[in-house]
Structures are given as C-alpha cells and as structure tokens.
C-alpha cells in the first residue's frame, strides 16, 4: 500500500501528502468525540492575530521572555496518541495547494478505479481519517474520507490514492 497521496490539478502548488506524520500535528482533530460534540471554527488569521495580541500584551506588562525550556515547552500525549482515532480537516491542504479560480470540483481517485467527486465548497469540508485506534489504516488506507456531518462514518471513501482538482 502506497502511503503517499499525490494532489494534483487545477492548483498553484501541487502537493504530496503523507498521512503518517499528522499525528504530530495540532490541527488534527479526535474524531472519537468530533460528530458528537459543538465545535466552532475560528479563521487562522483571526486566531493568529489574537495570540500575537495576546503575547504583546503579556510582553508590554512582564518584558521579554527566553525561549521555552525542557520544563515548559508543550508535551505530546504519548498515551492520546497510540490509542486515539484521529482526523483532519482537508481544508488545510486545500488552501495550502492554492486552488486556481478556475476549479470548480475535487475527485478523489481510488485504487479499485473508482472515483468520488465532490464540489470545491463540498471538499472544504470534509475530513480525512488517518489514524484508527493508534494504528495508521494499513488495509484501505492511507486515508478514509468523511463527511463533515458524520453520515458515512461507517462506510467512508477509502484506498485514496490521488485527489485532482479540476
């Protein structure tokens, strides 16, 4: 099995995506609890100016302070990790690609021929699951793809193996 996903079309930058080291990233999502739970999504850019506010503020108030330590820098949860079911936005990648104006669909291409097609306001949406009880999706992996409401949980798009947008 091919881990490596290619995106590829009607986009600026053209992007390979590997599953296997999202684990690691902080926009993933835990998708045990994520179909059952409100959830708000706040614009990067937003969130991003508030957080420099915010240590601007802290900064004007106590002065400058020296780079994280070994004591306080963030720890990953190790245990949250090797036993979590995790997800993540395709959104993120999208955006990253540049989707040229002139693009109006996202297919997802299968190892078994097939092809799933979806709008671009459609793929904004969904929800590429990685991880799966800790363990990467070996057999119809390397991602499952979901709807952001939840509806195909129990049978998600799998066996992705290239998504082009056109």
Known sequence: METIIA???AVKYPLTLDPTVWIFDDRKVDLKTYFTETHEEEDEDIKYMRAVGKH???????????PPTLKTERKFDRKGMQTGTFGIHFNHFLKNAEVLPTATTVV???T???EHSFSLEEAKSLLFK?????KPLVEDGPVHVLLADGSNVDAPITDV???RVQ
């Open 7 to 9: 995106l590829k079309g």
């Open 56 to 66: 601007w503020s802290r900064e004007i108030m106590e002065g400058a302070t020296f």
């Open 108 to 110: 997802f291409e299968t």
């Open 112 to 114: 078994t021929g097939k």
């Open 130 to 134: 990685y991880s799966d009880e800790g």
């Open 161 to 163: 193996c290239a998504i």
